[in-house]
């Protein structure tokens, strides 16, 4: 049976905007209707509250309900306005900003609280309806924790650090600061007719001084502990925006996603964190996470940490003409197929392929190395890939048999993992059997498995136990401002321990 309407006024919390009221007083009834709300105030204990007062229908349920109607709404005749989103933002926008809507006290608050935090958009321009599907998705979980009663925390701010902020400020005719901020404003602007439900009060940008001092605090933390450190590596490079890209910013034939620029290869000495020594722990602690991530988010993380057990085995290198003789250590999961490795390969854009290649060979493997320069990591793994290399010239001596093992470059190894180097292992490793069959090289079986050899049917058996450079050879990659000491002192920091804020 329908309650009868009654006229009422009271007090209402406000929970989030301006439809939703929770009912101070007994039962903490919800009330459904049409309501006339004044500016909101905020109760001395600093919750936010407003005053109402209308036509009601009492709803004894506890918790939160939206209100769908106001009076200005309704049309006299009673029927419904038509949707005027311009004067509903011209009404609603002063009201949550002035009001402070979604601001949050989670000090001054009993209720459970929630944090919901999105990724921070770059300000290289105005927000497109790419940012839209992407915040509106992320205000969801936010608005949803809200109507369940919890105090959330929603964020908002601008990743407003680096050279693409700069490479736009320059083919802008601008100061990479004013055109940065500027963008920012508009940003903002355009991101409260969004009506995302985010606390404006927590607003940071990292090209402040006062956020960037602490993400260099915890820099020279890192590096005090021996956590951070350099070395050369090759990286995705854009001619054009000056700027290193990530793999999936390489898209299409090999070009810049920005600037559509064709991307090479460069080699740069980089800052490294050291996650390596945390292999362990991480790998350990995914133990907590089962059942309650998707077990295939689970496996590309196991995958991407790479813990592998196995021995590290030298080879000695041969001297050549020009170049003395050396070692390569080169990690194995499966020393048991030692006696069929018939070849070496080192990743083609490494250090070390350079230092190893004879005069003779050098003008092929910079050609090769060149061709490299569109190419992803994805792809140079991908199991559809045709197979290449260069024969560098050198030999290494097995350390079991002392039989001479060619050395060749190809760009199914990379760079990053371990030494950069793998011994190759056909009959029992497939892409090391790609390679082979596609360079000439003998394939040895050394395990009876029991199936045809893998010289004739394409296929390697045992494949599994893969021979290759250690996976936990890599290190998130993160570039960090530290000078050198015979230039400038390394940034300064505070000595002490303080919360971040906006």
């Excluded at 009201?95 to 608050?109: I, K, P």
């Excluded at 054009?240 to 600037?259: D, F, P, Y």
């Excluded at 030692?338 to 390969?345: E, N, S």
Aim: hydrophobic share 35%; aromatic share 10%; proline share 6%.
């Amino acid at each position: 049976m329908k309650r009868p309407a009654v006229q009422a006024e009271g007090e209402a919390e406000l929970l989030g905007d301006a439809f939703t009221v929770r009912v101070s007083g007994p039962g903490r009834d919800i009330l459904d209707g049409t309501l006339h709300v004044c500016q909101p105030t905020r109760s001395p204990q600093g919750r936010r509250r407003l005053d109402w007062s209308g036509s009601v229908v009492p709803q004894s349920i506890e918790g939160a309900r939206t209100v769908s109607e106001t009076a200005a709404d309704v049309q006299p005749d009673g029927q419904r306005k038509s949707y005027d989103f311009q004067e509903i933002e011209a009404r609603w926008l002063p009201f949550w900003d002035e009001g402070a809507t979604f601001a949050v006290d989670l000090e001054a608050s009993s209720r459970p609280t929630k944090y919901v935090c999105d990724m921070f958009p770059y300000p290289s321009g105005d927000l497109h309806m790419g940012h839209a599907e992407a915040f509106a998705i992320g205000d969801v979980p936010a608005r949803y924790a809200r109507l369940r009663g919890f105090n959330v925390l929603h964020p908002i701010g601008w990743d407003s650090f680096g050279l693409p902020a700069e490479n736009a400020a320059i083919k802008n005719n601008a100061h990479p600061a004013e055109w940065t901020y500027r963008n920012i404003e508009t940003q903002a602007a355009s991101f409260k007719r969004y009506a995302i439900s985010a606390d404006w009060s927590t607003r940071l940008h990292t090209s402040d001084e006062s956020y960037y001092r602490w993400t260099q605090w915890l820099f020279l933390k890192f590096y005090e502990q021996g956590l951070a450190y350099r070395k050369d590596s090759p990286v995705n490079w854009c001619p054009s925006c000056q700027t290193v890209l990530a793999n999936e910013q390489v898209i299409g034939e090999g070009v810049c996603e920005r600037c559509k620029t064709p991307v090479t290869k460069k080699a740069l000495n980089q800052w490294y964190f050291k996650i390596t020594d945390y292999a362990d722990r991480l790998l350990d602690d995914m133990e907590q996470l089962q059942g309650a991530w998707p077990e295939r988010v689970l496996a590309m993380q196991r995958n991407w940490i790479g813990r592998s057990t196995g021995a590290s085995v030298t080879y000695r290198i041969e001297a050549a003409e020009g170049a003395a003789e050396t070692s390569i250590d080169v990690f194995t999961t499966r020393p048991d197929t030692l006696y069929g490795v018939t070849f070496m390969v080192v990743a083609a854009d490494a250090q070390l392929a350079l230092d190893l290649v004879t005069e003779e060979h050098h003008d092929e493997l910079h050609r090769y190395r060149d061709g490299l320069g569109n190419v992803t990591e994805i792809e140079r793994q991908s199991a559809d890939r045709e197979r290449t290399g260069v024969f560098l010239g050198r030999y290494a001596t097995h350390p079991l048999t002392g039989e001479r093992l060619p050395i060749w470059a190809s760009d199914y190894v990379l760079a990053d993992y371990g030494t950069g180097a793998v011994m190759g292992v056909p009959a029992h490793d497939q892409r090391d059997l790609e390679f082979a069959r596609a360079m000439g090289l003998e394939v040895r079986v050394v395990l009876d498995t029991g199936e045809e050899d893998p010289s004739v049917s394409g296929t390697a058996t045992a494949g599994e136990g893969r021979s290759s450079t250690p996976r936990r050879g890599r290190a998130w990659q993160r570039r960090r401002p530290l000078r050198s000491p015979s230039t400038c002192c390394p940034p300064r920091a505070p000595a002490r321990r303080r919360s971040i804020t906006g």
